[in-house]
Nanobody, 122 residues
Framework: QVQLVESGGGLVQPGESLRLSCAASGFTLNYYAIGWFRQAPGKEREGVSCISSFGGSTYYADSVKGRFTISRDNAKNMVYLQMNSLKPEDTAVYYC???????????????WGQGTQVTVSS
């Protein structure tokens, strides 16, 4: 059974950090690019970052560039999103997803996790 499970979300204050994890099971992660997406209340889901299948290429949305870092450990079937200097506008449900190519187009993603809530508030 193919599954992606996010973890690491929570409530933090502005300026603090969180590290999200995405655990894959039921398929070989290193054949897939992994993307992180987020959806804030009342807003459309947006792409945050993605990483190529072997980690040689990454992409970041302008809103998180310089603050977020995506990485992967294919041996552990894990992908991470390190989020530093968090802002209230980063509050959203964060999803990881797997695609056959490195892309930020949601339609290209085959597998999705259930999401983890990140809340940034003082």
């Amino acid at each position: 059974q193919v599954q992606l499970v996010e973890s690491g979300g929570g409530l933090v204050q502005p300026g603090e950090s969180l590290r999200l994890s995405c655990a894959a099971s039921g398929f070989t992660l290193n054949y897939y690019a992994i993307g992180w997406f987020r959806q804030a209340p009342g807003k459309e889901r947006e792409g945050v970052s993605c990483i190529s299948s072997f980690g040689g290429s990454t992409y970041y949305a302008d809103s998180v560039k310089g603050r977020f870092t995506i990485s992967r450990d294919n041996a552990k079937n894990m992908v991470y999103l390190q989020m530093n200097s968090l802002k209230p506008e980063d509050t959203a449900v964060y999803y990881c997803a797997a695609a056959g190519v490195e892309t930020m187009y949601e339609d290209e993603y085959d597998y999705w996790g259930q999401g983890t809530q990140v809340t940034v508030s003082s």
